[in-house]
């Protein structure tokens, strides 16, 4: 073969891609990162592209065949010090990919120097608790905003378990037929530890008397100042506070939002420099929705949210449901809303979370105390409940749940403000726990699709 001849054909295999070219000869990747997979017949395809991803520094793509079977992953170690806190990047971008927060996942693995899982660190207070130590189970940092060109943030900072010496990053696709991931620019690197964010929440349990719409937000009066002398940060007032024993239907209590009830306990929120929720009737046309809303310390409204799930009496009374999660990032944290029967099911509380809510304030009339605990339990959140309930009854109470669900404070008599501090740094920890479900929940919880079986 001549010389040029044999330019050309060189010139040819550097057009081809690095996909398809000799299967005994997989691209080779920098950075020590390497392709797995539990089987060879559902190992993804590989790919590098080294001027890919946002930045131009190159992008490792995997492409899975035509079964969900395929599953893989790149991997690669990283050394690590125990106790020190570590800051994960990457940049990841999907096409043909249904689900991308389960099936293309960034996870990473803590081991010791001979590649074997270590034993998490029991966090102050947990030390006498029964129950073996866990091991530390891996993480999964969540996705966060997504550019223009498709490119979606996936980071997270975690604290590295005492007896780690080595993280096994590791950048997934899986259960996606003919799917493809490009992952780039991953960076894992010693970092500050995260602030703590302490957060005062505060519940008062009041029953309105009923004698007139004011009245029954003026009757707060006194509560909502002796939770501001307690440096609260939220309070949580009841469900449908202007309606509340006034024996009229919910439709000629309904009121504008904003609108007075919202300018009242917007001043008072102001006056105490403090978040307020509040449930009341809200119009909207011919339209009447149980709404909750979330005023601000400077006495705006921050946002609202209309209770999806309603009960026979709101049905029948002409009430209309409403359709939206919305999650309102303050500078305390993200505040979610559920309203009464809201709390009955679990889709609410965890469509909240999936959002990112940190806190769910939850009027609420009356139910099962159980389903607050499950509520604040499965998701991993702080759930702060104001409830009407006769406190001698078995039955909802006023308090604050910790996201392990159990109660930090609890009103004991009629009129009690109480409060509880957390700190919404604070990852869960239990010794019986698979982890932190908080990101789990995210990366493993299942797509609902509604199934119609046609009439045989």
């Not at 040029?4 to 000869?25: D, G, K, M, N, W």
Request: proline share 8%; aromatic share 8%; hydrophobic share 40%.
């Amino acid at each position: 073969m001549s010389s040029a001849s044999q330019t050309l054909l060189f010139a040819a295999l550097l057009a081809v891609p690095l996909s398809i070219r000799a299967e005994s000869a997989p691209p080779k990747l920098p950075g020590g990162w390497e392709l797995t997979a539990q089987r060879e017949e559902i190992r993804p395809e590989l790919s590098f592209d080294p001027k890919g991803g946002p930045t131009g520094s190159g992008a490792m793509i995997l492409t899975a065949g035509d079964s969900v079977a395929y599953q893989g992953w790149l991997r690669k170690s990283v050394p690590v010090t125990g106790g020190k806190f570590y800051l994960f990047t990457a940049k990841r971008k999907t096409t043909g990919v249904e689900a991308p927060r389960r099936s293309a996942i960034a996870r990473i693995v803590w081991q010791n120097a001979g590649g074997k899982s270590v034993l998490a660190d029991v966090p102050p207070g947990h030390e006498k608790e029964t129950g073996p130590v866990p091991l530390a189970e891996p993480e999964h940092p969540l996705d966060g905003a997504t550019d223009k060109q498709g490119w979606t943030e996936v980071t997270a900072i975690y604290r590295a378990p005492t007896k780690a010496t080595q993280a096994i990053l590791e950048l997934h696709l899986q259960w996606a037929p003919k799917g493809r991931v490009e992952w780039a620019d991953v960076g894992f690197t010693e970092t500050a530890p995260p602030p703590s964010r302490p957060v005062r929440l505060a519940t008062i349990h009041h029953i309105p008397l009923g004698k007139s719409m004011r009245q029954n937000c003026e009757e707060y009066v006194p509560m909502i100042a002796e939770a501001g002398k307690q440096k609260a940060d939220l309070v949580v007032l009841g469900e449908t506070v202007p309606y509340i024993n006034l024996n009229k239907p919910p439709h000629e209590t309904a009121e504008a939002i904003p609108g007075p009830t919202t300018d009242y306990f917007g001043g008072l929120a102001k006056k105490h420099s403090t978040h307020i929720v509040v449930s009341l009737y809200e119009r909207d046309g011919k339209a009447v929705f149980n709404t909750g809303v979330l005023l601000g310390p400077d006495g705006k409204l921050i946002g609202k949210y209309r209770k999806v799930c309603l009960p026979h009496s709101e049905v029948e009374a002409g009430v209309a449901p409403g359709n939206e999660y919305p999650v309102f990032d303050t500078k305390i944290g993200k505040i979610g809303i559920m309203i009464c029967y809201d709390g009955f099911f679990p889709e609410v509380a965890r469509e909240l979370t999936n959002r990112g809510a940190e806190v769910i304030a939850w009027p609420v009339a009356g139910c099962n105390p159980l389903l607050a605990k499950a509520r604040a339990c499965e998701n991993h959140v702080y759930v702060v409940s104001n409830t009407y309930s006769d406190l001698k009854r078995d039955w909802m109470i006023s308090a604050v749940y910790d996201h392990a669900g159990a109660p930090l404070a609890k009103a004991a008599k009629i009129d009690d403000v109480v409060l509880a501090e957390v700190d919404l740094s604070e990852r869960y920890f239990w010794r019986n726990n698979l982890g932190d479900f908080r990101s789990m929940a995210q990366r493993h919880r299942p797509d609902v699709k509604t199934v119609v079986e046609s009439k045989k």
